[in-house]
């Protein structure tokens, strides 16, 4: 259990850095669903594994990070 806890939270960290970076390098906004759901899928992933280590202030941070993906998900354009 403990090796799939820890893929997650990598496949997470993947997510989260290759949206960043995209935006970083201009090659995407921020306003496409594709630059949100990596954002929503790396802060699960890392939410995950976050819960698993009992990393409080981590959780609160990546559940913080999904809550506001999912406002700027469901906002009307």
Do not use: C, D
Request: net charge positive; hydrophobic share 55%.
């Amino acid at each position: 259990m403990e090796i799939i806890i820890q893929t997650v939270g990598w496949i997470g960290t993947m997510f989260t850095v290759l949206a960043y970076f995209l935006v970083s390098r201009q090659y995407a906004t921020t306003k496409i669903k594709v630059y949100q759901f990596m954002n929503l899928f790396g802060s699960v992933g890392v939410g995950i594994n976050v819960f698993h280590q009992e990393a409080w202030p981590a959780l609160a941070l990546q559940i913080t990070w999904a809550i506001i993906t999912v406002a700027s998900l469901i906002r009307p354009k």
